[in-house]
């Protein structure tokens, strides 16, 4: 039973692997499955745990990116607007 879930996880990496990479940095649901399978391997009932710190870290990556891309734009020509 264990192994064909483990298997199952494994062919479900994967086929996210298999996917075109987005350019988009970080979030929450590709780190949560990171932590998730990382949880799972350190042992018995972490794979919640370990998604819930994946999915925390990956929003935090994906808010620092957003961060820095902010800045390094350069501030937009505004119409002023009631004069």
Do not use: W, Y
């Amino acid at each position: 039973m264990r192994a064909t879930i483990l298997s199952a996880a494994l062919a479900a990496g994967l086929a996210l692997a298999a996917l075109p990479a987005q350019a988009k940095t970080g979030g929450c649901v590709k780190d949560g499955a990171v932590g998730a399978v990382a949880g799972h391997f350190v042992g018995s009932g972490h794979a919640v745990a370990g998604a819930a710190a994946g999915c925390a870290v990956g929003v935090h990556r994906r808010n620092r990116a957003e961060r820095q891309n902010a800045q390094q734009q350069p501030p937009q020509n505004q119409p002023n607007a009631g004069r």
